[in-house]
């Protein structure tokens, strides 16, 4: 990391730390939380807390809700239907939300420029590596017997068995979360492919690249398939998108296929999965049109301040209709359902802003900047996210919350002017 003048010995220090912390996170999520808790801590300690322009309001305003609601929902006011659920269970929720307040502002400092943002990006990829590994170690190998762990569950990969769920998941716990790992790194690869000067390295970029794409398609993921195709389309255009995803998945797809003759194993081709998967009609929304009306019946039932974090899968009838449901499925109405509407409709001012903000300035304004097809593919990987969250939840994974935070922290560096620091 080279140091600018403004920025001081600490956040250097700071930065370093972060971008190990980024490189842990997919494969070693408890030890990178350390440190990108001590990258945070460095970072909020050398902002100037008292400058007017240091203090957003919306974070406070969010932070203070979220805590009226917690303390409504269990102390003053708990709903009926929640007498005998635990409350510990509704206060430990709130550290799956207000992380995403408090990183968006404190990572600011290790995103101020688009050679801070490179950066993340190479080691986010750099981190991907070991992902990609656990799942040709479960697809090829017979890596698929877990969850495998060390240090007493310090560090834990999944891999669990591809028979049994029917799709690839590595090292996550769930497909929909592998998938939408993937589509993030595949936004920022395509970004760094077009940055890349060095031959050897933009074939290092297309060999992963080329594996993400395919795997993307072995998770069987609706969400992850549409990340997909968002992704390609925005990012190379309509024809070479075509191009891209038939040359990648034919030639993994006859290796796949040599590799189980050769086994002697049955051929079941996992992409037919997910083909059926992809077939529009009733049953394809169905799921999730249930969970969301019952979610919308409980939201205007208590619109103020919601029924609180992780209590949406005890209340859901799932005797009467058939199946559970463990959230609502959409970012906007988990919110509005846990912390009220007032929140959720904050929440949906600032994205629509930040999202309005950063496409003027990076389609517009910045143009004809060196960098700006990298800070296109950021955008694009945030609009990704965005999207993909209106039908899954797979936030609730703390790897995908904090890129989610810190791609939304980047976006605001580039529509705003950067934080005061202390020296």
Known sequence: MIAKPNQNQYLVVGNNIFLIGILLLPSAFALSVIFLFISLVISISQIEIKKKENFSILIFICIILIFLSTVNNTIINKPLGLISYNNSSIWLNLFNWLPLFICT?????????????????????????????????????????????ILNGFIVWFQYPTEKIGALTGLFSNQNITGMWFCITLALALGLIKEEKNKTGKFFLIGIISLIIYFIFLTNSRNAFLGLLITIFLS??????????FSTF????????????????????????????????????????????EALGFIFKRPLSGWGGSTFSYLFPKNEIGFPAYHTHNILIEIAYSFGIPIAILLTIFLYNLTKKSFKKIIFENKNEIHNIFNQSWFICFVI????????????????????????????NLVNKPLKLKS
């Not at 030639?251 to 002697?264: E, P, V």
């Not at 996210?385 to 939304?408: N, P």
Request: hydrophobic content about 50%; aromatic content about 18%.
């Open 105 to 149: 502002w404190g990572f600011r400092n290790y995103l101020l420029d688009i050679n801070q943002r490179l950066l993340f990006a190479k080691y986010l990829l750099a981190g991907t590596i070991p992902v990609l590994m656990s799942c040709i170690l479960q697809l090829w190998f017979g890596f698929d017997n877990g969850p495998y762990n």
């Open 385 to 412: 996210m965005v999207i993909c969250h209106t039908t899954d939840m797979t936030f609730f994974d703390g790897r995908i919350s904090i890129v989610f935070s810190i791609l939304i922290s980047g976006l605001v």
């Open 250 to 293: 034919s030639g993994f797809y006859l290796t796949n296929i040599l590799y189980l003759l050769l086994n002697k194993n049955n051929l079941i081709l996992f992409p037919n999965l997910l083909l059926k998967k992809l077939t529009f009609n009733y049953s394809f929304f169905e799921d999730r049109v249930i969970i969301w009306q």
């Open 236 to 245: 190379t255009g309509i024809k070479k998108s075509f191009l891209i995803l």
